[in-house]
């Protein structure tokens, strides 16, 4: 049975950091990208950051430069690492999973960016 749980969300003023925990159990990041994705109130859920299978990382445009996404494939974890937040990045935000067949989702966690 696949499980991802969240972590690392909070409320935070404009400027801080935040570091997001993404652990899994069932599948493994090192045989399958593990992605970030958030989804304000009434917005679609977007992508944010990815990491590869081999460790190669993308992001979103409003993320690049002040996220960065990693990976510790000994303890299968994802982790997004925000600087520099902004109000627009208070969220909801998910871990996601995929194996070429189904598709996981964590429960979230959420962000809030005070100004």
């Known amino acids: 049975q696949v499980q991802i749980a969240e972590s690392g969300g909070g409320l935070v003023q404009v400027g801080g950091s935040l570091r997001l925990s993404c652990a899994a159990s069932?599948?493994?990041?090192?045989?399958?990208?593990g992605t970030w994705f958030r989804q304000s109130p009434g917005e679609q859920r977007q992508m944010v950051a990815s990491?590869?299978?081999?460790?190669?990382?993308i992001y979103d445009g409003t993320a690049k430069g002040r996220f960065t996404i990693s990976r510790d494939t000994a303890n299968n974890m994802v982790y997004l690492q925000m600087n520099s937040l902004k109000p627009e990045d208070t969220a909801v935000y998910y871990c996601?999973?995929?194996?070429?067949?189904?598709?996981?989702w964590g429960q979230g966690t959420q962000v809030t960016v005070s100004a």
């Open positions: 996601h999973v995929a194996d070429g067949i189904n598709v996981y």
């Open positions: 069932g599948i493994t990041f090192s045989h399958n990208a």
């Open positions: 990491i590869s299978s081999l460790g190669f990382p």
